[in-house]
Structure formats: structure tokens, C-alpha cells
């Protein structure tokens, strides 16, 4: 697959040096050396550098009263991210970093994927029994339009589009999940049928489209499920569920005019549901 010149292919660094401060920061912090990205949750910011760069974060918690220094790791990217970032398949789909020269075996569609510091190798369960409930779902009925709730580095809305899906809303929360789904719709150079915001769940659910692919949270997914936008969707794929939490959501489910098609659980802990309204 060709690529745009704009985009540069470069392993991940070796070495992470984060920096763990109380407060948000509006923006990401401008001209600071061997800065990766900055990961913001709950009143918390992990700064990401690949060098040491404590005088630069100290400098920037003085400038800016509404932070505080808490603590500094050092780790391998690889442990960051949880594992080897390296290609896999699935029934599908080939998927890979890009930096790795691998071929893609000529039946298989491929995925370019960078999740820089942000959470969603592909190798979680959760990810691999979305990616088989999304190969399914396309197999089933046509799907020309998606919201991806949760959208972590883009996978999902990425699988979505590669299968045939025309416009796909791919939305997160999180600043730097929202920016590494955009510098992986570039990669897959896709701009023309995913686009990435931004934002809350809560916010988007209303939008009426074919399929709704949420990996997210329990906490978020009660409410979606429960929201009056989740019955504008044709299609459903809710993962992200412990134990517990799924059977919460199934019960809710069962209380709405929806029928669940297929169930996977992994290791007796993570439930993904992949269902269709009547």
C-alpha cells in the first residue's frame, strides 16, 4: 500500500520517561524537547518523552500554577504498551506497525497501525473479538455508516472502513487517543471515510448510523445503552465488559426491542456482544 509523504515510518522509542503531575493541561505544552504526548484522565497528565526531561517539566509545573509534580517512571516502550508491538492476523486482516516490513499475505486486508502511547495494540481480547463480531457483521448486511465510541488509536473505525463501511465517526475522550486515530486514519490514508473528533460518548450516541462499535468503559456503557440513540443503530458491538458489568448490560439489553447474535468471552473475564435491532 502506498503512503503520504507527510507521514514518517520510525519504530517506537526504546525508552519512555513519563512524568505523572496533578491537573490538566488545556493544550499540549509547545516547544518542549523529546516530547511525545501527553495522556489526561481524571484530573491527571502523563506527560510522555523520549529523553529524561525533568528540568522541562519542572519549569512547566512553575509557569503554570494549576499543576503539581507527583512522580517519574522510567519503562521500555514495550512494557508501556503491554506487549511487543509486531503483525498479526486475523480472518480478515493483517495487521501491523509501520515500521515493520512484513508482507501482507495477498488474501488478507491490510491494517497499518502506530498506537504510540496510547492504549490498543490490537492484541487485547477485547480488540480481537471486535475486529471477528465487525468480520461477521459486514459478512450479514451492508454497513455504510458507523460511530466508533472509544476509539482508542482507531483499529476498530479503521477494520470498519477496510471492510466497506463509507463514513465512519470515530470519537474519544481522551486528546491523544483522538490524535493517534487521526495519525492512523493517515496512515491508512482513509481520510475520506473515517473521520476522528474529540469528545464525550454521551454526546455523539444520538447520531443514527447503520453500526455502533463501542469498546468502552462500563460506566459510559450502562448510560449509552440506556440512551435513547442507542436504538438509532441497526447494528451493535459493545465490548470493554468485565464479568459483572456484562451481565448488567445484558439484562439491560434484554429490556429493548434488540436481539444479541453472538457472545465472546475471554478467559471467563472480557464479554463482547455483537447484536442487531428488531
Known sequence: MSVTAEVEYSPPCSELFIYYLEGDLQEDPSGL????????????????FTEPSLDQVQDLVYVTPLLRFIDHYQMSYHDWVGD???PFCTDRFFISPPWDSTIAPSSKLRITLDPGVVF?????????????????????????????????????????????CQLTL???????????A???????????????????????????TDLLIANIHYDVMKRLVCSGGFLKKSIFILSGLLRSEAMDIENRLKKLPVRILNKWVRDGIWYTYWGIRN
Open 33 to 48: 524537547k523529546h516530547f511525545i504526548g501527553n495522556w489526561q484522565e481524571d484530573g491527571f497528565s502523563f506527560l510522555f
Open 84 to 86: 511487543k508491538v509486531t
Open 120 to 164: 490498543g495494540t490490537g492484541a487485547h481480547p477485547t480488540t480481537r473479538d471486535c475486529i471477528e463480531a465487525l468480520e461477521l457483521a459486514f459478512q450479514s448486511q451492508p454497513v455504510y455508516s458507523a460511530l466508533d465510541l472509544g476509539t482508542g488509536t482507531g483499529i476498530l473505525a479503521v477494520a470498519a472502513a477496510r471492510l466497506g
Open 170 to 180: 470515530a470519537v474519544d475522550m481522551n486528546r491523544l487517543a483522538a490524535k493517534t
Open 182 to 208: 487521526q495519525r492512523n486514519i493517515r496512515l491508512n490514508q482513509l481520510q475520506q471515510s473515517v473521520l476522528v473528533v474529540q469528545g464525550s460518548a454521551d454526546d455523539f450516541i444520538q447520531i443514527q
